[in-house]
């Protein structure tokens, strides 16, 4: 038997109708706002997301599934900020009117170590926006962050904001935390140690016990709750929160919050739900002014965020499989088939027993999967009507063949 592979997951039937909401209600709550929708490749060049992402991630350093295929290295998509940078360059969209307003859809690769939450293949809903480097474009992704899931009835939301600063900024930040942490890097994980060189602001980050006691040490705390932002960082961050309190948006400034990826400068964000276990986190962005830049486009600002589907699903309330509206119930089936046509037609969906058993075993069938049965046997045929049974009360009336659709609602 061959079975599904670990860390994957059959979408099944029963479970499509929440599915096909989450992505129905991006359509509406996004373009509401004037984001397209954009549908970029599952593989691309390695390259860019050892760029793109950022070599010191564990997206790149342990997650992704990377191939080869005639000398060249691909990797099937673990994010999809980078791909959407791509195509942003490579489409010349810094050439169209800004700000470029995109959003997608679609699945994501990331190997790590499945659980309740966390898939080896999952998917992702996020939007991008390009252009803008105003605070403004800030408030308006994460407002359209809180809308998207105020539409599929989440509302217990916990939004952290904190701001990074620009290069600048970071650079004074990081030294600070390095010098302060020097003497404890023997306590710190090992992940943290790595981190220390490559990525000291994302040992911030760490989850592990043990390191995020000696965060909560006096000093350390001192360096990591410090102002270390210039004014014009400080002015925008400022700006963000305003605009947030003018939307109702209720949100709370977690200095330790300085997200996994490499390419954030100023406002990171990320939205826990309160009705998820340990995996809580289902919304990240941020802004990376300096991301189309690094990949090769003209300097473009930007700000997006990316929600897992997988944490969004098990979160959103499911409504039971609809019923069909009509079963066909009649041992003619040339006549049935005409029926059905018309039916459809007119928006009404509708099945019939394809092995055209008798009456009964066909009534009992639609009893059990729609809200009427439309009883076609010799009777109607020959008076050319329809009787249609009500499977909810049982009643049923008889009608003509001409007029019996304005009876099915
Ligand atoms: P985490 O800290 O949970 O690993 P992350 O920082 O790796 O999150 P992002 O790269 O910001 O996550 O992705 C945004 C969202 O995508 C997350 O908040 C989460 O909801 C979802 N997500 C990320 N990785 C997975 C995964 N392996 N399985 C399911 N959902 C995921
Ligand atoms: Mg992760």
Same mark, same amino acid.
């Given at each position: 038997?061959?079975?599904?592979?670990?860390?994957?997951?059959?979408i099944?039937?029963?479970?499509?109708?929440?599915?096909?909401?989450?992505?129905?209600?991006?359509?509406?709550?996004f373009?509401?706002a004037?984001?397209?929708e954009?549908?970029?490749?599952i593989?691309?060049?390695?390259?860019?997301f050892?760029? /793109?992402?950022?070599?010191?991630?564990?997206?790149?350093?342990?997650?992704?599934?990377?191939?080869?295929?005639?000398?060249?290295?691909l990797?099937?998509?673990?994010e999809?900020?980078?791909g959407?940078?791509?195509?942003?360059?490579?489409?010349?969209f810094?050439?169209q009117?800004?700000?470029v307003?995109?959003w997608y859809?679609?699945?994501?690769?990331r190997?790590?170590?499945?659980?309740?939450?966390?898939?080896?293949q999952f998917?992702?809903v996020?939007v991008?926006?390009?252009?803008?480097a105003e605070?403004?474009?800030?408030a308006?992704?994460?407002?359209?962050?809180?809308?998207y899931?105020?539409?599929?009835?989440?509302?217990?939301?916990?939004?952290?904001i904190?701001?990074l /600063?620009?290069?600048?900024?970071?650079?004074?930040?990081?030294?600070?935390?390095k010098?302060?942490?020097?003497?404890?890097?023997?306590?710190?994980?090992e992940?943290?140690?790595?981190r220390?060189?490559?990525?000291?602001?994302r040992?911030?980050d760490?989850k592990?016990e043990?390191?995020?006691?000696?965060?909560?040490?006096?000093?350390?705390?001192?360096?990591?709750?410090g102002?270390?932002?210039c004014?014009d960082?400080?002015?925008?961050?400022?700006?963000?929160?305003?605009?947030?309190?003018?939307?109702n948006?209720?949100y709370?400034?977690?200095?330790?919050?300085?997200?996994?990826?490499?390419y954030?400068?100023?406002?990171?964000?990320?939205i826990?739900?309160?009705?998820?276990?340990?995996?809580?986190?289902v919304? /990240? /962005?941020?802004?990376y002014?300096?991301?189309?830049?690094?990949?090769?486009g003209?300097?473009?600002?930007?700000?997006?965020?990316?929600?897992?589907?997988?944490?969004?699903?098990?979160l959103?309330?499911?409504t039971?499989?609809?019923?069909?509206d009509?079963?066909?119930?009649?041992?003619?089936?040339p006549?049935?088939?005409?029926i059905?046509?018309?039916?459809?037609?007119?928006n009404?969906?509708?099945?019939?027993d394809y092995?055209?058993?008798?009456?009964?075993?066909?009534?009992?069938?639609?009893?059990?999967?729609?809200?009427?049965a439309?009883?076609?046997?010799?009777?109607?045929?020959k008076?050319?009507?329809?009787?249609?049974?009500n499977?909810?009360?049982?009643?049923?009336?008889k009608?003509?063949?001409?007029?019996?659709?304005s009876?099915?609602?």
């Amino acid at each position: 038997m061959i079975q599904a592979q670990k860390g994957t997951k059959d979408i099944l039937p029963q479970d499509v109708a929440a599915w096909q909401l989450m992505e129905d209600n991006a359509k509406k709550v996004f373009s509401l706002a004037g984001f397209n929708e954009i549908r970029t490749p599952i593989f691309e060049a390695t390259e860019l997301f050892a760029r /793109g992402v950022g070599d010191s991630t564990d997206i790149v350093n342990k997650e992704m599934y990377t191939f080869e295929k005639s000398e060249r290295s691909l990797t099937l998509r673990p994010e999809n900020t980078a791909g959407v940078v791509r195509a942003f360059i490579e489409h010349g969209f810094s050439r169209q009117p800004q700000p470029v307003k995109l959003w997608y859809k679609g699945p994501m690769f990331r190997y790590e170590r499945p659980q309740a939450g966390r898939q080896r293949q999952f998917h992702q809903v996020g939007v991008e926006m390009f252009g803008s480097a105003e605070p403004s474009a800030d408030a308006e992704v994460i407002n359209l962050a809180v809308k998207y899931l105020n539409s599929l009835g989440l509302n217990n939301l916990e939004i952290q904001i904190n701001s990074l /600063g620009c290069p600048e900024c970071r650079k004074k930040y990081r030294e600070a935390i390095k010098d302060v942490l020097k003497p404890y890097l023997k306590d710190l994980c090992e992940d943290c140690n790595f981190r220390y060189e490559k990525n000291p602001l994302r040992i911030l980050d760490c989850k592990v016990e043990d390191c995020q006691k000696i965060f909560e040490k006096e000093e350390v705390k001192k360096v990591i709750l410090g102002d270390f932002i210039c004014e014009d960082c400080q002015k925008h961050f400022d700006d963000v929160k305003e605009y947030l309190s003018a939307l109702n948006i209720p949100y709370s400034v977690n200095k330790l919050l300085v997200r996994g990826l490499d390419y954030y400068n100023r406002t990171v964000f990320e939205i826990k739900s309160n009705n998820l276990g340990s995996q809580n986190a289902v919304c /990240g /962005g941020g802004r990376y002014d300096s991301l189309v830049e690094t990949l090769g486009g003209q300097p473009t600002p930007a700000v997006g965020w990316a929600m897992g589907m997988e944490r969004l699903f098990s979160l959103i309330e499911k409504t039971p499989q609809n019923r069909l509206d009509v079963f066909v119930v009649s041992e003619n089936l040339p006549e049935t088939f005409k029926i059905v046509n018309e039916l459809r037609e007119n928006n009404i969906s509708v099945e019939f027993d394809y092995a055209c058993r008798k009456f009964k075993k066909q009534l009992d069938k639609a009893a059990k999967s729609a809200k009427y049965a439309l009883i076609l046997m010799d009777d109607e045929l020959k008076s050319n009507t329809v009787t249609i049974k009500n499977l909810d009360t049982s009643e049923q009336i008889k009608v003509s063949r001409n007029e019996y659709i304005s009876h099915i609602v």
